[in-house]
């Protein structure tokens, strides 16, 4: 059973960016990340750390998952009132990796990287689609002004 | 569009030593930028350097891809020959420092706050 398919019907979506899966276009990643997270309210900190999540997330699903048949991978922002939530899907299969990483391993510190940042990881996979779901719970009030529908 | 640049600091070369690379890294350090990363580190340590200071210090950004290059790096050196990684990043520069100390790389790199202090510490004592 897949535990990611929303059932809060308060849930918006923010935005949505179909990215070609290749490396060059995780600049473009980060930037939507960055834009959309201030569009919720959050600050720098908030921001950065998206930023850095989305990223990790959209190299793993172009390193090692598939794009869809226009070679895409998707990008989905939800919000509610409390929590953000980017989700990064492919059409790949996730397998668990054998080898846990250590410190001197090359490979293997984005999961790390995306639960230290995020409030929750929630990976998801089922035949042919894997989603990580990025959420961050909005702590205070959103910025005077900031963009929320 | 992302760029990234990697340049050799060869005024570092008289206090580094012959065997000590000096390389100063800006702009954006992700998963696109890595290959060629890596491939330029190769060619140093091919060249027959031994240890590896390389300042981050202008880097705005860094992902776990580009911090395993350099964990790779420091493993093969210290393998190889029993050399090292040392990577200067200025304290004013948080955001890189952050994902550093997230990321996890052990006694792997060593982390300096400028060149100098990276090169005294890679000095051998006495």
Do not use: W
């Not at chain 1, 398919?5 to 980060?30: F, K, M, N, W, Y």
């Amino acid at each position: 059973m897949c535990a990611c398919i929303q059932h809060d019907l308060e849930t918006t979506t923010l935005g949505e960016l179909r990215l070609p899966a290749r490396s060059s276009e995780l600049g473009v990643a980060r930037e939507f990340a960055e834009a959309t997270a201030a569009a919720f309210g959050l600050d720098a900190d908030g921001r950065f750390e998206f930023a850095v999540a989305v990223n990790e997330a959209v190299t793993n699903a172009i390193r090692h998952g598939r794009p869809d048949a226009r070679g895409q991978i998707h990008l989905r922002v939800q919000a509610s009132a409390d929590s953000l939530t980017f989700a990064v899907r492919d059409c790949g299969t996730f397998t668990a990796p054998l080898a846990r990483a250590t410190a001197s391993s090359e490979h293997g510190r984005g999961f790390a990287v995306m639960s230290t940042l995020m409030d929750a990881v929630q990976l998801c996979v089922s035949p042919g689609s894997t989603t990580v779901r990025l959420t961050k719970s909005h702590a205070g009030e959103p910025a005077p002004g900031a963009a929320r529908r | 569009m992302a760029f990234f640049y990697l340049s050799e600091d060869t005024t570092a070369l008289a206090c580094a030593g012959e065997q000590v690379i000096v390389l100063v890294a800006g702009g954006e350090l992700d998963h696109h930028a890595s290959p060629t990363l890596r491939q330029q580190i190769a060619g140093y340590i091919e060249a027959g350097k031994r240890s590896l200071v390389l300042d981050l210090s202008a880097v705005t950004f860094i992902d776990s891809t580009a911090i395993g290059v350099l964990v790779g790096a420091a493993v093969r050196l210290q393998e190889a020959n029993g050399g090292s990684v040392a990577v200067v990043c200025a304290p004013a520069n948080e955001r890189v420092l952050r994902i550093f100390d997230i990321a996890g790389v052990g006694n792997a790199i060593t982390l300096s706050s400028s060149r100098e202090d990276a090169l005294l510490a890679m000095a051998p004592a006495g």
